[in-house]
């Protein structure tokens, strides 16, 4: 019977990884993780296509039964993945078993354990602007204009005083009287000084109407006059993966939600968080374990962007949290697919017991098949 593997985070590169079933202390304990392409993981964290045994050196023997202790290199290996199906094999004392592994909660890379820089904050700081030159000119005038200014991030100029000499200003005075003469004789010249002929009261007067808007400020755009608001300069990134499945998840949607967000996501190829959402939907729902289950039973299997192979150890994991449930329909086809896949030893034994289950319930079909799997009813 396939192995019933869960992975629980422990911190930023840590989980718990549990293998259901009560056995006993194992001395050696190595596990292979395989992707969903048939390529398993080796040594730096590279996929290669022949298995690779990872050595476990900290199980836990438990009433329900076995904690194995995992740490960076497979954690950021199974977080690197983006949420895909992987298959676990565990070799236990030389013995061979395999199962899907299925994340309860959410998986931490051990890049998020990173202590932060002990650097100032660059927002703290200001950039000091010079203009070319600047250094040797001051040093060499120390009352010239060459000087240079300080400039924050806030855009905010410190500039220096100007170092003029108190002796010009006297001329500054004189040319801006000249200049101001010069244009009040010419206004003169012009008649622009005459006199406004006085309102005739007969006639009425006639107001222009007036916008009831305050006059825009200087250095607004058109869309301020038009009450538009403009749009932002920069827009938030837009989310994908993990990060879009997490997004998703925060706001507690229902199965069924999670579920049909999870098909949106294959459909545009988003497909780690695709993983992640029908894993989630799955884990909540028996009844959409089942139609996951569907999804990679060759069968009832429609090509998709993401699940594009039929698949039977996943069908078989997620068809055995609906048959536990009591589905008989689901248990039925566990058991077929079970007793299929191995001609014998104890998966075959393990899809027969699902087929009596089902017969058990009325299920015509099971107990058909009990007999052409050469089973005793």
């Known amino acids: 019977m396939a192995l019933k593997i869960d992975l629980h985070p422990a911190g930023p590169g840590s989980a718990r990884l549990l293998i259901a079933g009560a056995r006993p202390s194992p001395e050696t304990v190595s596990l292979a993780l395989q992707r969903n392409d048939g390529r398993y993981l080796g040594l730096d964290r590279q996929w290669q296509v022949t298995p690779h045994w990872h050595p ?88 010239s204009e060459t000087d240079g200014f300080s400039l924050d991030l806030e855009g905010s100029a410190d500039s220096r005083p100007a170092t003029e000499t108190a002796a010009r200003w006297p001329w500054f005075v004189l040319a801006a009287v000249l200049l101001l003469a010069g244009v009040s004789v010419g206004a003169w010249w012009l008649g622009w000084f005459d006199e406004t002929p006085p309102l005739d009261t007969d006639v009425p007067r006639v107001v222009e109407p007036t916008s009831d808007r305050p006059p825009a400020k200087i250095g607004e755009s058109g869309s301020a006059q038009t009450g538009e608001t403009a749009p932002p300069s920069t827009s938030e990134p837009t989310l994908t993966g993990i990060a879009l499945a997490s997004r998703f998840l925060a706001d507690g949607p229902t199965p069924a939600a999670i579920f049909e967000r999870a098909e949106q996501l294959e459909q545009a190829g988003d497909c780690p968080a695709a993983y992640a959402l029908y894993s989630e939907a799955a884990n909540a729902d028996p009844n959409f374990a089942a139609r996951l289950a569907r999804r990679y039973d060759p069968l009832t299997h429609r090509p998709g962007n993401c699940i594009a192979a039929p698949d039977i150890p996943y069908a078989i994991v997620y068809y055995s949290d609906a048959a536990e449930a009591g589905d008989i329909e689901v248990q039925r086809r566990l058991g077929q697919l079970m007793a299929e896949h191995e001609t014998s030893g104890p998966t075959h034994e393990a899809g027969l017991g699902w087929l009596r289950k089902a017969a058990a319930a009325g299920d015509e079909e099971a107990a058909g098949a009990i007999e052409r799997f050469g089973g005793v009813r």
């Open 56 to 143: 476990i050196f900290t199980a836990e023997p438990l009433s329900d039964g076995l904690r194995l202790t995992l740490g960076a290199d497979l954690v950021d290996s199974i977080v690197g993945v983006g949420g895909a199906p992987l298959r676990v094999a565990a070799r236990l004392d030389g013995v061979e078993d395999a199962g899907t592994l299925r994340i309860r909660g959410e998986l931490i890379g051990s890049g998020a354990a990173a202590p932060r820089s002990a650097s100032r904050d660059p927002l703290e700081e200001t950039i000091s602007v010079r203009r070319p030159g600047a250094e040797s000119a001051r040093d060499a005038e120390p009352d």
